[in-house]
């Protein structure tokens, strides 16, 4: 996904590459072809992929990261497990918004018979719907649970779409969210004021993400309406499942709508 980033940024910059290309030359929005598989230890909890070995993703190529069967990474796993065992997702009637859906996920949800299941996404031709998270045309209350990993940091005002998600969500609905998290810090560096993709690209390493989230994000969620829960991968899964699924320092967010 990022790994063509560093070879498009001149493009961005010299050719007035918009984001919605940005994001299709990443590949964002379908699996590349699967390479061929072999059997292994390592175990993806989404598709069941047994694998000697991941494939390398990221900027760095991060080892075992990406699965070969399914194109999951690490954040996929933990969000994963976390709704199977800590959610009633797969058994309860609810009506999902899955925002920017990740193909790994939304191969499966889609075809949950309990959800009336729904995506968004600004640019992507696979979603159901093309619209912006500040301004969703949705009435008051019309979804009971709202999955965003990794989309808000694509936001220059966050708040707003934080608010519009709050507000489409009925009372005592829920949200999982996750965007790039860093619990060292404090108070989220901001960039929505940053013009240049080159510079955003230098400070939260993605041409089109306006921030990296520290500890302060528990206070932009509960301002939009939500109670708070932080769920660790450290913390929610033994070492030996972080090894076996390949999951590595990661953090959630689970917020129930007041
Ligand atoms: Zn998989």
């Not at 560093?6 to 390479?35: F, I, N, T």
């Not at 991060?62 to 069967?69: D, I, V």
């Not at 912006?132 to 990993?149: E, I, K, M, Q």
């Not at 990794?150 to 609905?173: F, K, N, T, Y």
């Amino acid at each position: 996904m990022l790994t063509g980033l560093s070879h498009l940024l001149p493009k961005v910059e010299a050719e007035g590459l918009d984001e919605a290309e940005v994001y299709r030359r990443e590949g964002l929005y379908r699996p590349q072809e699967a390479p061929r598989i072999r059997a292994g230890v390592i175990q993806c909890p989404i598709c069941g992929t047994n694998a000697l070995r991941f494939l390398p993703f990221g900027l760095r190529g991060r080892r075992n990261a990406c699965c070969p069967g399914c194109g999951s990474v690490e954040r996929h796993r933990f969000l994963w497990l976390y709704l199977r065992r800590r959610t009633d997702l797969f058994r309860g009637r609810y009506r999902v918004l899955h925002t920017a859906p990740e193909p790994c996920l939304e191969d499966r949800l889609r075809h949950l018979p309990n959800l009336r299941y729904l995506t968004v996404d600004r640019f992507s031709p696979f979603a159901d719907r093309r619209e912006d998270l500040t301004d969703l045309p949705f009435p008051h209350g019309s979804f009971d649970v709202v999955l965003t990993s990794h989309v808000l940091e694509h936001i220059p005002d966050d708040r707003a779409a934080l608010a519009q998600l709050a507000r489409i969500l009925r009372p005592g609905g829920w949200a999982i969210v996750m965007v790039p998290f860093d619990p060292r810090l404090p108070v989220s560096p901001e960039g929505a004021g940053i013009r240049s993709p080159a510079e955003r690209m230098a400070r939260f390493g993605h041409p089109y993400h306006y921030r990296i989230y520290g500890l302060d994000l528990v206070d932009r969620l509960a301002g939009a309406g939500f109670e708070v829960r932080h769920v660790a991968s450290r913390a929610f899964l033994s070492a030996h499942q972080r090894r076996r699924f390949r999951i590595n320092d990661n953090h959630l967010f689970h917020c129930v709508r007041r």
